[in-house]
């Protein structure tokens, strides 16, 4: 079983920067699959950002494309986004998501609050 834990969330100003990180326990990610999802409120999921097994794939959603970055680290068995930025229609609930062939695993959440 695998636990993955978001931080970095957190009130900001448009046009600041936020780094989240997912923390994995119980079992190595490093062949996993991993992304990032959002979910503000009165709206679905959304996909924002994905990365394979070895960091050498990455794809992101239109409105991250530019602004964001996702890394990992498998030695420390950590995921991270880099916001840059920031838009007040970033504010959500910032989901970080993996598996080996699908997005089995999930995390609770990390708000992201973007004041204008």
């Known amino acids: 079983q695998v636990q993955l834990v978001e931080s970095g969330g957190g009130l900001v100003q448009a046009g600041d920067s936020l780094r989240l990180s997912c923390t994995a326990s119980?079992?190595?990610?490093?062949?996993?699959?991993m992304g990032w999802f959002r979910q503000a409120p009165g709206k679905e999921r959304e996909f924002v950002a994905t990365i394979n097994w070895n960091g050498a794939d990455t794809a992101y959603a239109d409105f991250a494309e530019g602004r964001f970055t996702i890394s990992r680290d498998n030695l420390k068995n950590t995921v991270a986004l880099q916001m840059n930025s920031l838009k007040p229609e970033d504010t959500a609930l910032y989901y970080c998501?993996?598996?080996?062939?699908?997005?089995?695993?999930w995390g609770q959440g990390t708000q992201v609050t973007v004041s204008s």
């Open positions: 998501a993996g598996g080996r062939q699908d997005y089995h695993y």
């Open positions: 119980g079992r190595t990610i490093s062949s996993f699959v």
